[in-house]
T-cell receptor, first 114, second 113 residues
Framework: AQSVTQLGSHVSVSEGALVLLRCNYS??????LFWYVQYPNQGLQLLLK??????LVKGINGFEAEFKKSETSFHLTKPSAHMSDAAEYFC????????????FGKGTKLSVKP | EADIYQTPRYLVIGTGKKITLECSQT?????MYWYQQDPGMELHLIHY???????EKGDLSSESTVSRIRTEHFPLTLESARPSHTSQYLC????????????FGEGSWLTVV
């Protein structure tokens, strides 16, 4: 069965510091992986996705993620945090087969201190 | 920019009332989904549809029902709301294959008192 594990339900960084949000997946087939961001009282917005092309994926707002098959990881990074990055971040894997819905991790809440 | 709309955004209703959460997308996507999300928690799939006249139950058991009479419209109905139904409901859609992006609406916050 496919699954996603996000390490750390809450991450706090200072403004300008590196952001690292961890995601590990389990899948018996090559996965499609996604990172979404959710601001308070809003839906989810796609940050980036991995679909078996380049292993280093660049997304919006300066975020990027690297797919590492050997580590079954897809960690999200940003070199320098902004206050506006404070939000909930979800890692997800696309379910194999025609249904193709997303299986989500529990989410990581990012706080940014001034 | 995603063109998927949910109404109402916020709703407070009494126990036993019937409610319908509306979801419409103008992107012509064939696949549509409903997720349920409790505050601060992950999303769980409750319904999905491959296309018109196709509906299936998701991973999380739900007392709600859905219909897909038109491609662009995927409403969710609760015949008799209970406090346990208090949650956020997120509608989403995708075109075609699994690697394609799933787009989300802004969500409907339901509170049953």
């Amino acid at each position: 069965a496919q699954s996603v594990t996000q390490l750390g339900s809450h991450v706090s960084v200072s403004e300008g510091a590196l952001v690292l949000l961890r995601c590990n997946y389990s899948s018996s087939v090559p996965p499609y992986l996604f990172w979404y961001v959710q601001y308070p009282n809003q839906g989810l917005q796609l940050l980036l996705k991995y679909t078996s092309a380049a292993t280093l994926v660049k997304g919006i707002n300066g975020f990027e993620a690297e797919f590492k098959k050997s580590e079954t990881s897809f960690h999200l990074t940003k070199p320098s945090a902004h206050m506006s990055d404070a939000a909930e971040y979800f890692c997800a894997v696309s379910r194999e087969g025609s249904q193709g819905n997303l299986i989500f991790g529990k989410g990581t809440k990012l706080s940014v201190k001034p | 920019e995603a063109d998927i709309y949910q109404t109402p955004r916020y709703l407070v209703i009494g126990t036993g009332k019937k409610i319908t959460l509306e979801c419409s997308q103008t992107m012509g996507h064939d696949k549509m989904y409903w997720y349920q999300q409790d505050p601060g928690m992950e999303l769980h799939l409750i319904h999905y549809s491959y296309g018109v006249n196709s509906t299936e139950k998701g991973d999380l058991s739900s007392e709600s029902t859905v219909s897909r009479i038109r491609t662009e419209h995927f409403p969710l109905t609760l015949e008799s709301a209970r406090p346990s139904h208090t949650s956020q409901y997120l509608c989403a859609s995708r075109r075609g294959a699994s690697g394609n992006t799933i787009y989300f609406g802004e969500g409907s916050w339901l509170t049953v008192v």
